[in-house]
Nanobody, 114 residues
């Protein structure tokens, strides 16, 4: 059974940084791409970043240059380093995997506020 467990969310001031982590289990982590989505109150869930089985990453335009996705295959973990955070980054952040179906973590809250 695939499991995705996020951590690292919290409250941060504008301009601050957070590092999210997602620990995966139940499948061959290194053989699949993985990504992060987010959902703000009253808005649809949106793709933030993805990484393939290597180091190729893709980002939504609004986070380019501020967020970095990376993976540690030895730890079955994907990270999202978020710098220069803005209030509009406030959302619940979800780890996402497609393996025969959609798999989601439980989400971690990120709040950017002064």
């Amino acid at each position: 059974q695939v499991q995705l467990v996020e951590s690292g969310g919290g409250l941060v001031q504008p301009g601050g940084s957070l590092r999210l982590s997602c620990e995966a289990s139940g499948y061959a982590f290194s053989k699949y791409g993985i990504g992060w989505y987010r959902q703000a109150p009253g808005k649809e869930r949106e793709l933030v970043a993805t990484i393939d089985t290597g180091t190729r990453a893709m980002y939504r335009d609004s986070v380019k240059g501020r967020f970095t996705i990376s993976r540690e295959n030895a730890k079955n973990t994907v990270h999202l380093q978020m710098n220069s955070l803005k209030p509009e980054d406030t959302a619940v952040y979800y780890c996402y995997l497609y393996l025969l179906r959609d798999w989601w973590g439980q989400g971690t809250q990120v709040t950017v506020s002064s």
